[in-house]
């Protein structure tokens, strides 16, 4: 079984983890929380997680190889599910909070298995293999609100015990899976880091890279964060706002299966600027109304605008890198976008519950416009590598 498919399939088994976070965070949070204004608190926390591994989790893989920081990672991942089920069980926020943070920090290690994947194939096939890996999460897409779904209400009174405690099994699974990868240790050449940081982040193609990048990611999640709960304080059910969140996360994952060969064929900016245009439309829609067809449109809509934003501006930070930088400039790059996004998870969780999901929605176009200024300025000043077009 090659390196790809199994990153592939560690993908789906360890996407569940971050569908189930963001399908009972905000509820359980709403259900333990001391007061409801810190009700997605859970979700910016485990947002948070992320962002605070990924530099520690990139110098792991840069001394003793990716294989050692996605073991570690998943480690995380069925502490996660263990410290969540306590929390659950002894009605304690403060350690839901806890569980949510390494849930973070097992995210963002999973999220570094598209740049493995794309390491070991000619640079011709990194997008391919970029998008390879992330079709993966369209089964996470369904294990994760099917495990909700079936396994909530299996410990009464504890809704979700019993969720938490299959997504630590699940993630034990994905640990056996990652331990056939086999990845070739970092070289003298690449321990010795190559160019000074500050000459790499200058590049403007690497800054519209985080920008759009960070402006994907914290849309999205910015977006799916408050949809659950939106949709639990309008009086739709739990099990809607589950289905809502599979077909958004399958919308998350599904197009790689072409996002690689559009990249291949149009470019990074224009793929990402396609991104923009749909989160834009699922802002819209959201916009239009508040009942179950609404909020699932806008949730699919953002899953595919995500993906072509996020895995675009992937494949641009790829172009800025040499060899023996990349594991430095790829955990930089997911520390940026992480560090915004989880500014932008506690913006939301408040914004939710001090002004209504309207406002959540209207303050999304500011972020919108700022990416949008960032690719026309790389497509008026320097012509797409590729293509020798702007």
């Not at 263990?82 to 909070?97: D, E, G, M, N, Y």
């Not at 009174?157 to 070739?184: E, K, M, N």
């Not at 990611?217 to 099990?239: I, K, R, S, V």
Request: glycine share 10%.
């Amino acid at each position: 079984m090659g390196n790809v498919l199994r990153l592939a399939i560690a993908q789906a088994l360890a996407g569940a983890n971050s569908t189930v976070i963001y399908a009972t965070g905000a509820v359980v949070g709403n259900m333990l929380a001391p007061s409801k204004a810190l009700a997605t608190l859970p979700i910016s926390i485990f947002v948070v997680g992320m962002a605070a591994c990924t530099l520690p989790a990139g110098a792991i893989a840069h001394r003793h190889g990716r294989r050692a920081a996605f073991l570690a990672g998943t480690g995380c991942g069925v502490l996660t599910g263990l410290l969540a089920t306590l929390a659950v069980v002894r009605a304690s926020f403060w350690l839901f909070c806890v569980a949510m943070f390494l849930g973070g920090v097992y995210a963002a290690v999973v999220l570094s298995f598209r740049f493995a994947a794309a390491d070991g194939v000619a640079p011709e096939r990194r997008p391919r293999a970029l998008s390879a890996v992330m079709a993966g999460g369209v089964l996470a897409g369904i294990i994760g609100p099917q495990l909700v779904t079936h396994t909530m209400n299996l410990w009464p009174p504890y809704l979700f015990a019993a969720t938490f405690l299959a997504q630590a099994a699940v993630a034990a699974v994905s640990a056996f899976v990652l331990l056939g990868v086999r990845l070739p240790m970092p070289t003298a050449e690449e321990m010795s880091g190559g160019r000074p940081i500050g000459s790499i982040v200058r590049q403007p193609r690497f800054v519209t890279a985080v920008i759009c990048g960070v402006v994907s990611y914290l849309l999205m999640n910015f977006l799916m964060t408050a949809a659950p709960l939106a949709m639990h304080l309008c009086g739709l059910p739990q099990e809607d706002a589950n289905l809502g969140l599979q077909w958004h996360v399958i919308a998350m994952y599904a197009p790689s299966f072409f996002t690689g060969r559009l990249i291949a064929r149009l470019g990074a900016p224009r793929v990402v600027a396609a991104g923009l245009v749909l989160i834009a439309a699922s802002a819209v829609v959201g916009l239009a109304g508040v009942d179950v067809a609404h909020f699932w449109l806008t949730l699919i809509l953002l899953g595919v605008g995500w993906n072509f934003g996020f895995v675009g501006a992937s494949a641009l930070v790829l172009e800025c890198q040499r060899p023996e930088e990349r594991t430095r400039v790829q955990s930089l790059n997911d520390f940026l976008v992480f560090g915004t996004m989880a500014a932008g998870s506690f913006f939301s969780g408040s914004l939710l519950a001090s002004h209504g999901w309207d406002v959540v929605l209207w303050v999304s176009f500011f972020p919108l416009a700022a990416a949008v200024a960032a690719l026309a300025y790389v497509a008026a000043s320097r012509p797409d590598r590729r293509t020798g077009r702007a």
